[in-house]
């Protein structure tokens, strides 16, 4: 498993002078470089210099190389060397990842903090495997929520002043319309669009819901339900043997569980408009 450092922190790393087995071997030259998750070149540090009658070699990453790209929470970091020896090169890579302070990130990856988390399944029975995770799954579990609920529509009613209500006394056409000029609708790929400040604007009944429900998905994907996953995958009938399971086929599928699906009763809007391109 690599190892996690804060963002913007000096990462010292030992390569040991060993073959691809561990045997030790006489090193005569050593040359590193670092790359990003994406393979890119980040700095070439070129030859190390280095003392022959040690085993190792320390090789220090400068915070200035560990510092996260705009709207990155978490990245990879590979320090690639070479070891130069009579019998040819060794080559060497080793990963690790740099981490915000804070892993999640209101409308980033998350609506809801990893501690009101907490706080909330403390008042939410049932979320066993919640529970019984480790909070570096609970965190990515969260995330994974998230990026599933973010496919969903939702809709939301503004508030309404008395002036307001009064005008839907009007005909229905003009009613409905009135109705939907007063609904927000935040379709998926919306939630890119929201600062903070404006989801904490947003009324609070609709936030609880959201958040209520990105923690009962994540209770879901850490249970890792088998139905669940399969319905999900378009599976409506399974037969092994003479055993035979069937799936409820007639349902929208949203890609999230039923639990979370009643997290949000009221807020899914289900419209679909079909426009020529």
Same mark, same amino acid.
């Given at each position: 498993m690599m190892k996690l450092y804060p963002e913007n922190f000096d990462v010292s790393i030992?390569?040991?002078?060993?073959?691809?087995?561990?045997?030790?071997?006489?090193?005569?030259?050593?040359?590193?470089?670092?790359?990003?998750?994406?393979?890119?070149?980040?700095?070439?540090?070129? #030859?190390? /210099?280095?003392?022959?009658?040690?085993?190792?070699?320390?090789?220090?990453?400068? +915070?200035? *190389?560990?510092?996260? @790209? =705009?709207?990155?929470?978490?990245?990879?970091?590979?320090?690639?060397?070479?070891?130069?020896?009579?019998?040819?090169?060794?080559?060497?890579?080793?990963?690790?990842?740099?981490?915000?302070?804070?892993?999640?990130?209101?409308?980033?990856?998350?609506?809801?903090?990893?501690?009101? #988390?907490? /706080?909330?399944?403390?008042?939410?029975?049932?979320?066993?495997?919640?529970?019984? +995770?480790? *909070?570096?799954?609970? @965190? =990515?579990?969260?995330?994974?929520?998230?990026?599933?609920?973010?496919?969903?529509?939702?809709?939301?009613?503004?508030?309404?002043?008395e002036s307001e209500i009064a005008t839907l006394v009007r005909p229905y056409a003009w009613q409905r319309r009135y109705h939907e000029d007063l609904d927000v609708v935040i379709r998926p790929g919306d939630w890119a669009k929201h600062t903070p400040a404006e989801f904490l604007a947003m009324p609070a009944d609709f936030r609880k819901a959201l958040r209520v429900a990105q923690l009962t998905e994540a209770n879901e994907i850490l249970t890792d339900s088998p139905y669940e996953a399969r319905h999900r995958a378009g599976v409506i009938s399974e037969t092994v043997g003479e055993s035979s399971v069937m799936l409820r086929g007639d349902r929208f599928d949203l890609g999230v569980a039923n639990d979370t699906l009643r997290a949000l009763a009221g807020f899914v809007y289900y419209d679909v408009r079909i426009t020529r391109a």
């Open positions: 030992d390569v040991l002078f060993t073959d691809l087995n561990g045997v030790p071997i006489a090193v005569s030259g050593v040359t590193a470089a670092l790359y990003d998750g994406d393979d890119q070149l980040i700095f070439d540090f070129g #030859a190390i /210099v280095f003392d022959p009658a040690d085993t190792k070699v320390t090789i220090t990453v400068p +915070a200035s *190389d560990n510092v996260l @790209r =705009a709207g990155e929470l978490s990245a990879a970091r590979i320090l690639r060397v070479a070891l130069q020896a009579d019998a040819g090169i060794y080559r060497q890579s080793v990963g690790y990842i740099i981490e915000a302070e804070s892993r999640l990130e209101i409308l980033n990856n998350t609506f809801i903090t990893f501690e009101a #988390a907490e /706080v909330l399944a403390r008042d939410m029975p049932g979320l066993k495997a919640w529970n019984s +995770a480790t *909070d570096d799954a609970k @965190r =990515a579990a969260l995330i994974n929520a998230y990026a599933r609920l973010s496919r969903i529509q939702f809709r939301y009613r503004k508030p309404r002043r």
